[in-house]
């Protein structure tokens, strides 16, 4: 097997009083969908925090490319080559599409003082980009904010993948959205996967984490319930883990219930 | 239908503006009269009732503009030379500030009166005479009336930033009092919050139990005083700068001692007359120096019979 | 109006329709509005050369300082202290010329440098307290508007700082700032040049540079931009010093004018030149704007007061005209935003996926 892109050795996180995480230990291997799956407080987003550099653990190893790392920013991590996308999105609404696609990585061209944006290089970019994932924009100075949340979250992942991104951090991206849009986000996540990303997906979606994931780690109460590999696993069994009681059985029709309304939140 | 009710008001629009363009548009003279202050304030509108008046005598236009702002002040009167009027009656409250602008109407051929302010300055920028009092000389004849009250304590009260008249009033009190002269800047509410300047002149009163004096420079000012003194309970002489139908009252009611009056009417009134007979008669009036319209004293002795008129708008 | 291509997910959009979507149009019907409205009331001197060059006098001044501000309104912040800094700069090198003897030019120099620092200062205040920056400059604006008396009163006696016009190098300074020209038959000034100048760069700097569109980003999500790897500080910071440069430039023009320096100049000013960015389409909020949309609120203003002295009347009005005229420009780039939204998003889509920015529901 080839080594992992991302290790976690013993992760804590410990915030006053509150431990947030405990000891968790896992790998995000590149090509591959990593699951991360929890109800809401189960430190989740602890996790990405600090995978993605906004928090630095208060034990424990990050292994990134196999060295140890300790980021002091998102942006060294971004730089680095762990991308976030995160559920209230990192777009400006009032903004094009080509503005947004390259906020923060501008394509110059000229010299000196006449150093400028090469506008026509973003605008035909951006098109190809997203026409790479499927997406045909009708103009791409089409403020972002007249888009669906699917199309957005698709434009957020298209523009991670083009800058460069090694691993991929999605923050409940399909969580606002509606089965059909949930779908196409979903796509582009397995395109990312194929295009040799370490995708990590959060989700409290068991179905949708299903459907792209190769990998599913449960979080429970701060510390790692379970971990399954794809191969031969029932759908069944996840549901029933991150709902994480023997009770279910008997409460299993309310928790069917409860799935459906998931999909809503 | 939207596009058609804004073409429909545009029209209205239109036609309102052609017949007021039509109103004004007479064959007589067309004069300029630009202050440095709002002229609706309750000493510039005596003025400009003045101005008024006297173009409707002569049968002239006149456009009735002011500003604070002496940038604004430079812009209303070039944009009179721009117009081609016959001649611009211009107070000089800042002169270095319009000595251009001022500049450009004498080159361009208009005959300039200063008024108000200006005595200064109004030969060297080619005016043919200034209608106002001197400022110096009226602050001075306040002094010698406070010097027979026996008062001891002056507080000048300031209501307006860079008006170098008020300065040179304040100037001419301390020129001639005997006792202590202090200036207390309320500019910062000034005649726009008198409620703000009252409760600042009264705060100054509990403070310094010494004052027993005060002269306003402005009317309202002078009524934020009066009512300043009973708020604080305490019994200053009140003396002010200009006249209107309050301090009057005021007057008469013994709460405020005096005012000076300089008979704002005349300094509207004058330069419109002199402006018309220079153009139709090439009359110049004053000889090279200024036509005064003050200062004049109203005291209890007199104020009575100026009331009907200030309230007329015409003192 | 909107036709369908051969590809049914992209829709053309009529040439009309892209130029209504612009943020300032609204201004630009406006200006021509209220140009024909005082065209046909004062046929005679209004609708010529000489009446532009009328206009285009207070508008220069004020369309410098609306592009600096409509910047920093784009970039999502106000600088209420804009106004008293026009007055404090021209103080500044009044006293140092004047009254401390130091060479006009290296005066001229320690205002700018002096006006760059309050800059600094608005603006790393407003980044470190992430207070709103309405209060931040108040507060400057406060402070200056008492140091600018209490200073020059202390040092003059007086409340202005006059003889500006005897320092040597007077004359070449008035002609790098604000002298009169000829030009076709009327009088122009050189703060015109400035002005027009000042507004091509800035609206290359906003629309083709990278630079602009951080502005825009720091404007419309300042997280977002962060999140980006956009400098959001430096930006805020960057357009707080702009608009102070600005100000210090307005501050040269006006004391080279009038030959001195007042202590109440430039106060109440602020508002005038955020009225003038929002008549040219920038956003209160952020975001959204134009810098030409705000040279063009400032034609407006010109318009506006020329329009009014020449028609002969009271300029008792023409704070009731300019309400009307905000209100009017605010409504107009309202319905144009909402109008460009519709560009882009059609009512009735040929696709079965309507583009909302709301979730759908499952049922």
Excluded at chain 1, 37 to 64: M, Q, V, W
Excluded at chain 3, 52 to 72: E, H, N
Aim: aromatic share 8%; with cysteine; glycine share 10%.
């Amino acid at each position: 097997m080839n080594e992992p892109i991302i290790q976690l050795k013993h992760i804590s996180k410990q915030f006053g009083t509150v431990i947030a995480l405990r000891g968790i230990s896992t790998e995000i291997y590149a090509g591959e969908v990593t699951c991360l799956l929890g109800d809401n407080g189960a430190g989740k987003s602890t996790l990405i925090k600090i995978l993605s550099g906004f928090h630095r653990p208060t034990e424990g190893e990050y292994l990134f490319q196999g060295k140890p790392t300790s980021f002091a920013s998102p942006r060294e991590a971004l730089a680095a080559g762990i991308a976030t996308v995160y559920q209230d999105l990192a777009m400006v609404p009032l903004m094009s599409i080509w503005r947004n696609f390259f906020l923060g990585s501008e394509p110059e061209i000229g010299r000196g003082p006449f150093r400028r944006y090469d506008i026509a290089f973003a605008k035909r970019t951006v098109k190809e980009e997203l026409g790479k994932m499927g997406i045909f924009i009708r103009d791409p100075e089409q403020p972002v904010g007249t888009m669906s949340g699917g199309e957005r979250q698709s434009l957020a992942i298209a523009r991670a993948v083009y800058h460069g991104a090694k691993v991929l951090i999605l923050d409940e991206p399909t969580a606002a959205l509606g089965v059909k849009q949930a779908g196409v986000v979903l796509k582009y996540v397995v395109q990312a996967k194929a295009r040799g990303l370490g995708v990590i997906f959060i989700s409290h979606n068991p179905h949708h984490a299903f459907v792209v994931g190769d990998r599913f780690v449960i979080l429970r109460r701060g510390r790692i319930y379970g971990a399954w590999h794809k191969e031969g696993l029932d759908r069944d069994v996840l549901v029933r883990a991150m709902s994480g009681s023997e009770e279910l059985d008997a409460l299993k029709h309310e928790l069917d219930e409860f799935a459906r309304r998931d999909v809503q939140k | 239908m939207k596009t058609r009710i804004l073409i429909f008001s545009l029209l209205v629009m239109a036609f309102f503006g052609l017949s007021v363009s039509a109103v004004m548009a007479q064959d007589g003279l067309s004069f300029c009269y630009v202050i440095h202050s709002d002229p609706a304030g309750s000493f510039w509108n005596v003025a400009t009732a003045g101005a008024q008046a006297a173009a409707a005598q002569v049968g002239a236009d006149l456009t009735a503009v002011g500003s604070l702002d002496p940038v604004q002040q430079a812009q209303f009167i070039e944009d009179c030379i721009a117009q081609g009027v016959d001649g611009l009656a211009v107070s000089l409250a800042n002169p270095d500030a319009l000595r251009d602008a001022v500049g450009h109407a004498v080159e361009a051929g208009i005959p300039v009166v200063t008024l108000n302010s200006g005595v200064d300055v109004f030969r060297e920028l080619g005016a043919i005479t200034h209608v106002g009092q001197t400022e110096f000389v009226a602050g001075q004849g306040s002094g010698l009336r406070f010097n027979d009250m026996g008062v001891s304590h002056v507080l000048c009260v300031i209501h307006e930033e860079g008006n170098i008249g008020l300065e040179q009033r304040c100037d001419g009190v301390a020129d001639s009092f005997s006792g202590t002269v202090d200036r207390f800047n309320v500019a910062s509410t000034g005649v726009n919050d008198l409620a703000g300047t009252t409760s600042t002149i009264q705060d100054k009163l509990t403070a310094d139990s010494s004052i027993d004096a005060i002269i306003t420079l402005n009317p309202d000012v002078g009524v934020a005083a009066r009512d300043a003194i009973a708020a604080a309970g305490s019994s200053q002489v009140l003396a002010t700068f200009d006249l209107s139908p309050t301090i009057l009252q005021a007057i008469v009611d013994g709460q405020v001692a005096f005012a000076i009056d300089q008979q704002q009417y005349l300094q509207g009134y004058l330069p419109i007359i002199f402006l018309n007979l220079y153009n139709v008669n090439a009359n110049t009036v004053g000889g090279g120096l200024p036509v005064l319209t003050g200062p004049g004293f109203v005291d209890a002795s007199n104020a009575a019979s100026v009331i009907a008129l200030s309230a007329a708008g015409t003192r | 109006m909107l036709a369908k291509t051969d590809d049914d997910r992209r829709i053309s959009v009529g040439l009309f329709r892209k130029v209504v979507a612009s943020p300032e149009i609204g201004a630009l019907v406006g200006a021509a509005v209220v140009f024909v409205f005082f065209s046909l009331i004062s046929p005679d001197v209004f609708p010529n050369i000489v009446g532009l060059s009328r206009v285009l006098d207070p508008a220069a001044t004020l369309g410098i300082m609306a592009v600096a501000v409509g910047l920093l309104m784009i970039g999502g912040e106000f600088d209420l202290s804009s106004g008293v800094m026009t007055g404090t700069t021209g103080l500044l090198v009044g006293l140092l010329a004047v009254h401390a003897g130091i060479n006009l030019w290296v005066a001229i120099v320690t205002s700018f440098a002096f006006a760059m620092l309050v800059g600094f200062v608005n603006g790393y205040m407003v980044v470190k307290t992430k207070l709103p920056s309405f209060i931040i400059t108040l507060a400057t604006f406060f402070v200056f508007r008492g140091v600018n008396v209490g200073v020059t009163r202390l040092v003059t006696n007086q409340v202005r700082v006059a003889g500006i016009d005897t320092i040597p190098g007077f004359e070449l300074a008035r002609t790098l700032f604000d002298t009169e020209f000829q030009f076709a038959g009327a009088t122009f000034r050189t703060s015109l040049i400035w002005w027009i100048v000042i507004a091509l760069i800035a609206s290359w700097i906003l629309l083709r540079t990278k630079v602009g569109s951080w502005i825009f980003a720091v404007g419309g999500n300042p997280d977002a931009a962060r999140a980006s790897g956009v400098p959001v500080k430096a930006v805020k910071i960057g357009l707080f010093m702009t608009t102070a440069g600005a100000a210090w430039l307005v501050g040269m023009m006006t004391a080279f004018r009038l030959r001195s320096a007042l202590s109440s100049q430039g106060v109440g000013q602020e508002f005038v030149f955020i009225i003038a960015a929002v008549i040219g389409g920038c956003r209160l909020t952020g975001g959204y704007g134009s810098v030409i949309g705000a040279s063009i609120g400032a034609m407006i203003f010109g318009i506006t007061r020329v329009g009014i002295t020449f028609a002969g009347w009271d300029t008792d009005w023409f704070f009731s005209f300019l309400g009307i005229m905000l209100l009017v420009a605010v409504l107009l780039n309202t319905y144009t935003q909402k109008k460009a939204a519709e560009v882009h998003t059609p009512k009735a889509p040929p696709e079965p996926e309507p583009a909302r920015s709301h979730p759908e529901t499952p049922s």
